[in-house]
């Protein structure tokens, strides 16, 4: 089945003025449907074709096929990415369960925060900061490029971008602001909970 693009969960000034449409637009219209052409093309008559797509980003690391992980690896961490976000997230309110394993795992919302916002400032260059969960424990992972979790032997349950097309436009070059706006401010916990149950 050929890659899609997904419709975003919201409007695109849902998330203002946190990420403003202005990104919306050019981050789900252009970059990820970019991704989604690219990938497609390199799909095209592979041994992928029929894959699912966790499959395909786990294989394409193991034969390091970097067209694959950096168009199909970032396909399935946009579509996630679009729904770890909503009008009215974020904040230091979880789920119980989720609460709990952040804080015997983490140690506690404001310890997490403060690693996961430096995992994302001290990713080098274009990739992703990532909650993952790795022999049933959380963890903060951070990837360069398209890679994602999955490729590590970990399964992704929260992620953000922080390639300069996610945030450059409301935040120029501050990642850190952007960072913490993101935990503060934009974080779908439900996403992240179905994820952590599923993973775990």
């Known amino acids: 089945m050929p890659l899609e693009l997904p419709e975003l969960p919201y409007d ?8 403003s449409k202005e990104t919306l637009e050019f981050h789900h219209d252009k ?8 990938g497609n093309d390199l799909l095209a008559g592979s041994a992928h074709k029929g894959k699912s797509l966790e499959e395909i980003c786990k294989a394409a690391y193991d034969e390091g096929n970097a067209g694959l992980i ?3 690896g970032q396909h399935y961490n946009h579509i996630h990415f679009w729904r770890w976000m909503k009008k009215g997230g974020g904040g ?4 119980g369960k989720l609460q709990q394993a952040i804080d015997s795992d983490l ?6 925060k403060s690693d996961f916002v430096a995992a994302g400032v001290g990713q080098f260059g274009s990739g992703w900061a990532w ?3 790795k022999n049933g424990k959380i963890e903060i992972m951070k990837t360069p490029n398209g890679e994602n979790p999955l490729m590590h032997g970990a399964s992704p349950i929260l992620g953000v971008d922080v390639w300069e097309h996610s945030y450059y436009i409301d935040y120029r070059n501050a990642r850190p602001k952007y960072l913490e706006a993101f935990v503060d401010n934009l974080i779908d916990w439900d996403h992240v909970l179905e994820m952590y149950e599923a993973a775990v």
């Open 107 to 112: 140690g506690g919302f404001d310890k997490f």
């Open 92 to 95: 230091n309110k979880l789920p």
């Open 12 to 19: 695109y000034d849902a998330l203002a003025p946190y990420m």
């Open 131 to 133: 909650l993952a969960v």
């Open 70 to 72: 950096n168009n199909v």
């Open 31 to 38: 970059h990820h449907q970019a991704y989604v052409t690219k």
